[in-house]
C-alpha cells in the first residue's frame, strides 16, 4: 500500500512535535514494535524496537532543550521520506559528549524515514552535521 505525502508529514510533524515537548513516550509511540532506530555515528549502532531507542531519546531531551525543528525540504518515495531541518535551541548538557554550558546551538539534520503501512516509523536514520556542533560548542 502506497501511503500519501500527506500522511508521512503528519506522522513526522507528530514525532518531532514530541521531540519538542521533550516526550519520550509520545516519541516511542511514532515507532512500530521492530523499529530499526539508527543515529548514524552513534557508537552503540543502530538499535531495534522502541526500548531500545529509548536511552537515545533520553539523554537527548537532558542535553538539548528549547528546541524547534524546521523542516528546509523533504523528499518523498514510496512510503519513506526524506526530511532535511534545521533544529535551533540551547544545549544545557552534554550533546554528543561536548559540554553545552547552556549556549544557544543551531544545525542540520537529515532523517531518512521509512514507515509502515499503517503510518508508523519502521526506520529513521538521522544523520547529524556534528562539525557545526562541535564548532558552536568549543
Known sequence: MKLAKEDMDRMMD???GYEAADNVEGVLSTLTPDVIHDIVGMPTGPT???ENARPFYVNLFADLSDGKVTCL???YGD???VDESM???KAPGTPFGV???GRPLRFRLLHVTEFSDDCMIKRENVWIDLATILQQLK
Open 14 to 16: 507528530e514525532h518531532f
Open 48 to 50: 531495534y524496537g522502541p
Open 73 to 75: 525540504r523533504r523528499l
Open 79 to 81: 512510503n519513506f521520506l
Open 87 to 89: 533544529w535551533e535551541g
Open 99 to 101: 559540554p553545552g554550558n
